[in-house]
Protein backbone atom coordinates (compact mmCIF):
# COMPACT_ATOMS: atom_id res chain seq x y z
CA UNK A 1 0.00 0.00 0.00
CA UNK A 2 1.38 3.49 -1.12
CA UNK A 3 1.12 5.94 1.65
CA UNK A 4 0.36 9.29 0.24
CA UNK A 5 3.02 12.25 0.94
CA UNK A 6 1.41 14.81 3.94
CA UNK A 7 0.24 17.90 2.28
CA UNK A 8 3.51 20.91 3.09
CA UNK A 9 1.82 23.78 5.09
CA UNK A 10 3.47 27.40 4.51
CA UNK A 11 5.73 28.95 7.12
CA UNK A 12 4.81 31.79 8.39
CA UNK A 13 6.87 35.02 7.64
CA UNK A 14 6.40 37.86 9.55
CA UNK A 15 8.60 40.80 7.91
CA UNK A 16 11.90 40.91 6.45
CA UNK A 17 14.53 41.41 9.24
CA UNK A 18 18.17 41.65 7.47
CA UNK A 19 21.36 41.55 5.01
CA UNK A 20 24.20 40.06 4.97
CA UNK A 21 26.81 41.23 2.75
CA UNK A 22 30.41 39.86 2.05
CA UNK A 23 33.12 42.44 0.76
CA UNK A 24 37.17 41.96 0.20
CA UNK A 25 38.89 42.92 2.59
CA UNK A 26 40.92 45.63 1.04
CA UNK A 27 37.63 47.70 0.60
CA UNK A 28 36.20 47.09 4.31
CA UNK A 29 36.87 50.78 5.51
CA UNK A 30 35.66 52.18 2.70
CA UNK A 31 32.32 50.02 3.12
CA UNK A 32 31.93 51.21 6.84
CA UNK A 33 31.67 54.99 5.68
CA UNK A 34 29.68 54.30 2.65
CA UNK A 35 27.04 52.72 5.26
CA UNK A 36 27.15 55.55 8.26
CA UNK A 37 26.97 58.06 4.72
CA UNK A 38 23.95 55.54 3.67
CA UNK A 39 22.42 56.01 7.42
CA UNK A 40 23.19 52.74 9.03
CA UNK A 41 24.26 52.96 12.65
CA UNK A 42 26.68 50.59 13.50
CA UNK A 43 25.78 47.90 16.32
CA UNK A 44 27.65 46.23 18.96
CA UNK A 45 27.81 42.56 18.91
CA UNK A 46 27.52 40.53 22.09
CA UNK A 47 30.75 38.35 20.75
CA UNK A 48 32.59 40.89 18.55
CA UNK A 49 34.22 39.16 15.44
CA UNK A 50 36.77 41.04 13.71
CA UNK A 51 35.35 39.50 9.86
CA UNK A 52 31.25 40.66 10.64
CA UNK A 53 29.83 44.42 11.61
CA UNK A 54 26.32 44.87 11.94
CA UNK A 55 24.32 48.08 11.56
CA UNK A 56 20.71 48.52 12.92
CA UNK A 57 18.23 51.01 11.92
CA UNK A 58 16.48 53.10 13.82
CA UNK A 59 13.07 50.73 14.43
CA UNK A 60 12.52 47.36 16.44
CA UNK A 61 14.98 45.26 14.39
CA UNK A 62 18.14 44.36 16.26
CA UNK A 63 19.86 44.17 13.28
CA UNK A 64 19.49 45.32 9.45
CA UNK A 65 23.01 45.02 7.79
CA UNK A 66 25.60 42.58 8.35
CA UNK A 67 29.28 43.71 6.46
CA UNK A 68 31.39 40.33 6.30
CA UNK A 69 34.86 40.71 5.68
CA UNK A 70 35.79 37.71 2.28
CA UNK A 71 37.76 37.06 -0.68
CA UNK A 72 35.04 38.37 -2.72
CA UNK A 73 32.11 40.25 -2.49
CA UNK A 74 29.08 38.24 -2.57
CA UNK A 75 26.10 38.95 -1.41
CA UNK A 76 24.80 36.06 1.58
CA UNK A 77 21.01 36.29 1.41
CA UNK A 78 18.28 38.20 3.40
CA UNK A 79 16.50 36.51 6.62
CA UNK A 80 13.20 36.65 7.80
CA UNK A 81 11.06 36.62 11.07
CA UNK A 82 9.03 33.81 11.60
CA UNK A 83 5.79 33.72 13.35
CA UNK A 84 6.75 30.76 16.16
CA UNK A 85 9.34 28.41 16.79
CA UNK A 86 7.29 25.37 15.68
CA UNK A 87 7.17 27.39 11.81
CA UNK A 88 11.20 27.29 12.34
CA UNK A 89 11.09 23.66 13.37
CA UNK A 90 8.98 22.93 11.08
CA UNK A 91 11.33 24.27 8.07
CA UNK A 92 14.55 22.83 9.47
CA UNK A 93 12.89 19.69 8.33
CA UNK A 94 11.13 20.41 5.41
CA UNK A 95 13.36 23.25 3.38
CA UNK A 96 15.90 22.55 0.76
CA UNK A 97 19.52 22.02 2.18
CA UNK A 98 18.41 23.54 5.52
CA UNK A 99 20.71 23.42 8.24
CA UNK A 100 20.12 22.40 12.07
CA UNK A 101 18.77 25.62 13.94
CA UNK A 102 21.21 27.20 15.54
CA UNK A 103 21.81 29.95 18.35
CA UNK A 104 22.04 33.52 17.21
CA UNK A 105 24.56 34.26 19.60
CA UNK A 106 26.99 36.44 17.81
CA UNK A 107 24.46 38.78 16.59
CA UNK A 108 22.53 41.93 18.42
CA UNK A 109 19.35 40.87 19.74
CA UNK A 110 20.39 36.97 19.97
CA UNK A 111 17.31 34.54 18.77
CA UNK A 112 17.65 31.57 16.67
CA UNK A 113 17.84 30.52 13.25
CA UNK A 114 18.71 28.44 10.55
CA UNK A 115 20.02 28.36 6.47
CA UNK A 116 17.98 26.60 3.89
CA UNK A 117 18.99 27.34 0.06
CA UNK A 118 17.09 28.40 -2.63
CA UNK A 119 15.95 24.93 -4.59
CA UNK A 120 16.21 26.66 -8.03
CA UNK A 121 19.59 29.21 -8.25
CA UNK A 122 21.50 28.03 -4.83
CA UNK A 123 21.06 31.53 -3.20
CA UNK A 124 21.47 31.24 0.88
CA UNK A 125 18.22 32.47 2.56
CA UNK A 126 17.49 32.52 6.45
CA UNK A 127 15.05 32.39 8.78
CA UNK A 128 14.84 33.55 11.65
CA UNK A 129 12.66 33.31 15.78
CA UNK A 130 13.07 34.95 19.13
CA UNK A 131 15.18 37.62 18.40
CA UNK A 132 14.83 40.48 21.02
CA UNK A 133 13.39 43.33 19.50
CA UNK A 134 14.96 46.83 20.32
CA UNK A 135 13.17 50.34 21.69
CA UNK A 136 12.24 52.26 18.28
CA UNK A 137 14.44 55.79 18.54
CA UNK A 138 11.72 58.59 18.44
CA UNK A 139 11.47 61.40 16.48
CA UNK A 140 12.99 63.59 18.77
CA UNK A 141 15.85 61.41 19.52
CA UNK A 142 16.75 61.92 15.80
CA UNK A 143 15.98 65.71 15.20
CA UNK A 144 13.16 64.67 12.67
CA UNK A 145 11.45 67.91 12.36
CA UNK A 146 7.57 67.89 12.82
CA UNK A 147 6.56 69.90 9.26
CA UNK A 148 3.73 71.39 8.08
CA UNK A 149 3.25 71.94 4.24
CA UNK A 150 1.78 74.83 2.59
CA UNK A 151 -0.71 74.21 -0.21
CA UNK A 152 -1.98 76.74 -2.73
CA UNK A 153 -5.52 76.58 -1.41
CA UNK A 154 -4.58 75.68 2.01
CA UNK A 155 -2.25 76.96 4.40
CA UNK A 156 -1.22 74.75 7.29
CA UNK A 157 1.90 76.36 8.92
CA UNK A 158 1.67 78.92 11.26
CA UNK A 159 2.84 82.39 10.54
CA UNK A 160 6.37 83.50 11.17
CA UNK A 161 7.21 79.43 11.21
CA UNK A 162 10.19 78.60 8.79
CA UNK A 163 11.38 74.88 7.37
CA UNK A 164 15.02 74.45 8.41
CA UNK A 165 16.76 70.88 7.80
CA UNK A 166 20.23 69.66 9.02
CA UNK A 167 22.33 68.38 6.18
CA UNK A 168 23.20 64.60 7.33
CA UNK A 169 22.58 61.10 5.87
CA UNK A 170 19.20 59.74 5.85
CA UNK A 171 18.64 57.45 8.96
CA UNK A 172 17.32 54.26 7.95
CA UNK A 173 14.10 52.84 9.67
CA UNK A 174 14.10 49.56 8.15
CA UNK A 175 15.16 46.76 5.94
CA UNK A 176 12.05 46.93 3.43
CA UNK A 177 12.87 44.68 0.63
CA UNK A 178 15.23 43.12 -1.74
CA UNK A 179 15.28 41.67 -5.12
CA UNK A 180 16.76 38.96 -6.95
CA UNK A 181 17.62 38.03 -10.45
CA UNK A 182 16.49 34.27 -10.85
CA UNK A 183 17.06 32.09 -13.93
CA UNK A 184 13.65 29.90 -13.91
CA UNK A 185 10.72 31.87 -12.54
CA UNK A 186 8.03 29.50 -12.70
CA UNK A 187 9.54 26.94 -10.55
CA UNK A 188 11.34 30.42 -8.42
CA UNK A 189 7.96 31.16 -7.86
CA UNK A 190 5.84 28.10 -7.44
CA UNK A 191 8.28 27.15 -4.71
CA UNK A 192 8.17 30.47 -2.55
CA UNK A 193 4.70 30.33 -3.31
CA UNK A 194 3.65 27.07 -2.09
CA UNK A 195 6.30 27.19 1.03
CA UNK A 196 5.50 30.99 2.18
CA UNK A 197 2.71 33.01 3.16
CA UNK A 198 3.51 35.45 0.24
CA UNK A 199 1.20 37.10 -2.14
CA UNK A 200 2.16 38.25 -5.39
CA UNK A 201 1.09 41.99 -5.69
CA UNK A 202 1.77 42.52 -8.98
CA UNK A 203 2.63 39.46 -11.38
CA UNK A 204 4.09 40.97 -14.55
CA UNK A 205 4.33 38.44 -18.03
CA UNK A 206 6.22 39.06 -21.24
CA UNK A 207 3.77 40.06 -24.39
CA UNK A 208 3.64 35.93 -25.25
CA UNK A 209 1.90 35.79 -21.82
CA UNK A 210 5.35 34.47 -20.10
CA UNK A 211 5.33 35.37 -16.15
CA UNK A 212 8.89 37.22 -15.76
CA UNK A 213 8.08 39.21 -12.50
CA UNK A 214 6.23 39.57 -9.26
CA UNK A 215 6.81 41.63 -6.63
CA UNK A 216 5.39 39.20 -3.64
CA UNK A 217 4.09 40.62 -0.11
CA UNK A 218 3.31 39.00 2.91
CA UNK A 219 0.05 37.48 3.74
CA UNK A 220 -0.56 38.41 7.48
CA UNK A 221 -4.51 38.52 7.18
CA UNK A 222 -6.95 40.89 6.80
CA UNK A 223 -6.17 43.39 10.17
CA UNK A 224 -2.75 43.44 9.47
CA UNK A 225 -1.20 46.25 6.90
CA UNK A 226 2.17 45.04 5.22
CA UNK A 227 4.60 46.83 2.73
CA UNK A 228 3.61 46.20 -1.16
CA UNK A 229 6.48 43.91 -1.95
CA UNK A 230 9.23 42.49 0.78
CA UNK A 231 10.52 40.14 -1.81
CA UNK A 232 10.76 40.39 -5.67
CA UNK A 233 12.23 38.92 -8.39
CA UNK A 234 12.32 38.58 -12.34
CA UNK A 235 13.97 36.05 -14.77
CA UNK A 236 17.44 36.54 -16.57
CA UNK A 237 19.90 35.19 -17.96
CA UNK A 238 22.02 34.82 -14.19
CA UNK A 239 21.33 34.86 -10.77
CA UNK A 240 22.26 37.57 -8.84
CA UNK A 241 20.84 40.02 -6.42
CA UNK A 242 19.39 42.82 -7.72
CA UNK A 243 19.45 45.81 -4.80
CA UNK A 244 18.60 45.72 -1.08
CA UNK A 245 16.16 48.89 0.26
CA UNK A 246 15.59 50.82 2.89
CA UNK A 247 13.00 52.50 4.06
CA UNK A 248 14.17 56.58 5.84
CA UNK A 249 11.65 59.15 6.96
CA UNK A 250 10.21 61.29 4.56
CA UNK A 251 10.71 62.97 1.20
CA UNK A 252 13.09 65.99 3.00
CA UNK A 253 15.08 63.67 4.68
CA UNK A 254 15.57 61.34 1.68
CA UNK A 255 16.63 64.04 -0.83
CA UNK A 256 19.10 65.32 2.42
CA UNK A 257 20.76 61.97 2.18
CA UNK A 258 20.69 62.04 -1.69
CA UNK A 259 22.72 65.54 -1.13
CA UNK A 260 25.19 63.85 1.49
CA UNK A 261 25.55 60.84 -1.04
CA UNK A 262 26.23 63.00 -3.89
CA UNK A 263 28.70 65.55 -2.21
CA UNK A 264 30.67 62.74 -1.25
CA UNK A 265 30.75 61.56 -4.40
CA UNK A 266 29.11 58.14 -4.15
CA UNK A 267 27.75 56.77 -7.56
CA UNK A 268 24.38 56.99 -7.97
CA UNK A 269 22.37 54.22 -10.02
CA UNK A 270 18.47 55.57 -10.33
CA UNK A 271 16.81 58.35 -8.72
CA UNK A 272 15.29 60.24 -7.34
CA UNK A 273 12.06 59.38 -8.56
CA UNK A 274 8.65 57.90 -8.18
CA UNK A 275 7.72 53.99 -8.66
CA UNK A 276 4.59 52.92 -10.08
CA UNK A 277 4.49 49.49 -8.35
CA UNK A 278 4.22 50.01 -4.68
CA UNK A 279 4.08 53.92 -5.14
CA UNK A 280 7.38 54.71 -3.25
CA UNK A 281 9.93 57.69 -4.53
CA UNK A 282 13.29 56.18 -4.67
CA UNK A 283 17.11 56.18 -4.66
CA UNK A 284 19.30 53.70 -5.93
CA UNK A 285 22.85 53.88 -5.04
CA UNK A 286 26.18 52.16 -5.56
CA UNK A 287 28.48 51.22 -2.87
CA UNK A 288 32.04 50.73 -3.47
CA UNK A 289 31.45 46.92 -4.39
CA UNK A 290 28.93 47.98 -6.94
CA UNK A 291 25.94 46.60 -5.03
CA UNK A 292 23.27 48.53 -5.13
CA UNK A 293 21.18 50.08 -2.21
CA UNK A 294 18.06 52.24 -2.24
CA UNK A 295 16.29 54.75 0.15
CA UNK A 296 12.55 54.64 -0.41
CA UNK A 297 9.39 56.58 0.86
CA UNK A 298 6.33 56.74 0.96
CA UNK A 299 5.49 53.23 -0.06
CA UNK A 300 1.73 51.38 -0.53
CA UNK A 301 0.88 49.45 2.67
CA UNK A 302 -2.20 46.48 1.91
CA UNK A 303 -3.59 43.56 3.48
CA UNK A 304 -4.97 40.43 2.21
CA UNK A 305 -7.90 41.20 0.57
CA UNK A 306 -6.77 42.92 -2.86
CA UNK A 307 -5.84 39.99 -5.87
CA UNK A 308 -2.67 39.84 -7.53
CA UNK A 309 -2.76 43.07 -10.34
CA UNK A 310 -1.74 40.80 -13.85
CA UNK A 311 -0.24 42.85 -16.44
CA UNK A 312 2.84 43.00 -19.24
CA UNK A 313 6.12 43.76 -18.16
CA UNK A 314 7.36 47.00 -19.39
CA UNK A 315 9.94 49.93 -19.07
CA UNK A 316 6.97 52.04 -18.71
CA UNK A 317 5.95 50.52 -15.67
CA UNK A 318 8.52 51.47 -13.18
CA UNK A 319 8.10 54.83 -12.60
CA UNK A 320 5.74 57.80 -13.12
CA UNK A 321 8.54 60.43 -13.35
CA UNK A 322 12.71 60.44 -12.64
CA UNK A 323 15.41 60.48 -14.28
Known amino acids: MVTAEPELRKIQLKR ?4 YYTHAASSIAKQKEFLADFGLFECTSPSPSADKTYYRGYGIDPWVYC ?6 NKFGGAGFVVESLDDLEYAAKTLPEATPIYDLKDSPGGGKGLTFKDPVDGFPMHLVWGQEERTPDSDEQLSFPKLDFNFPRVKTRAANKFQRFEKRPAPVHKLGHFGMVVTNFAKTYEFYQSRFNLIASDLLHTPTGHNVTAFNRIDRGPDTLVDHHTFFFFEGPASHVHHASFETHDFDTQVLGHDWLRHKEYEICWGVGRH ?10 FDP ?4 LEHYVDGDLMNNKVPTNVGVASHDDLAVWGE
Not at 67 to 72: A, C, D, T, V
Not at 289 to 292: D, R
Open 16 to 19: ISHV
Open 289 to 292: SKFI
Open 67 to 72: LSSGEE
Open 276 to 285: IMGSQIFDYW
